[in-house]
């Protein structure tokens, strides 16, 4: 059996994080609220034992990837409105996390630095093997005009110096930004693998 007799009853919690992970079937919509239902997903199959911590790597950059990826279609088949966008002013219409998880990828990397993520030669050449590139990729081939007009506050991000820095603050804009809003969290439900302790 894929989950064990003794989880069974996380069945419920993990097919209500997985259901929410895809959109809203009512609104028509995606966004950062659906992403992190996919991340409580896959934290609970580490809370279940499914997963164990030498998944960590594999988790984001083969599951999460190709989950990115699913999301990417069903965007551009559905036409899916971005759920709580910022517009320009947002980090991107549909996706926080891979910027993270991108970001941390590049941590010491000795050749790329935050300043080519807004070169396209750069990004073409390298978003195959980088998080962060290939979410740029894809913002690349659907907008259209000058990077630091339709994407603002990742034009911003290209002048910050390390990607250390870049990650540190992307982390700090997720949890003012996401984890702090709430209408980005007032649909997330809480159980007995991820609950909630109001104290």
Not at 92 to 112: E, H, K, R, T
Not at 131 to 136: A, K, N, T
Request: proline share 5%.
């Amino acid at each position: 059996a894929v989950v064990s007799t003794q989880s069974t009853g996380a069945v419920v919690e993990l097919k209500a994080y997985f259901d929410e992970s895809f959109g809203s079937y009512i609104r028509v919509d995606y966004g950062t609220g659906h992403e992190i239902n996919f991340l409580a997903f896959c934290c609970c199959l580490y809370k279940i034992g499914f997963f164990s911590p030498s998944d960590y790597i594999a988790t984001v950059f083969y599951l999460f990837r190709e989950y990115l990826i699913l999301m990417r279609k069903i965007q551009m088949w559905y036409r899916l409105e971005p759920a709580g966008s910022h517009g320009v002013w947002g980090l991107d219409d549909y996706q926080f996390l891979p910027f993270i998880f991108g970001s941390a990828q590049f941590l010491g990397n000795p050749v790329i630095s935050p300043d080519h993520f807004v070169v396209p030669e750069v990004v073409d050449k390298h978003c195959d093997d980088y998080m962060f590139l290939e979410c740029i990729k894809f913002i690349n081939d659907v907008k259209t005009g000058p990077f630091s007009e339709h994407s603002n506050q990742l034009w911003g991000i290209s002048g910050v110096p390390t990607w250390t820095k870049v990650n540190g603050g992307l982390i700090k804009m997720y949890k003012a930004e996401v984890l702090a809003k709430h209408p980005v969290i007032q649909h997330f439900v809480f159980g007995s693998l991820l609950s909630f302790d109001p104290k």
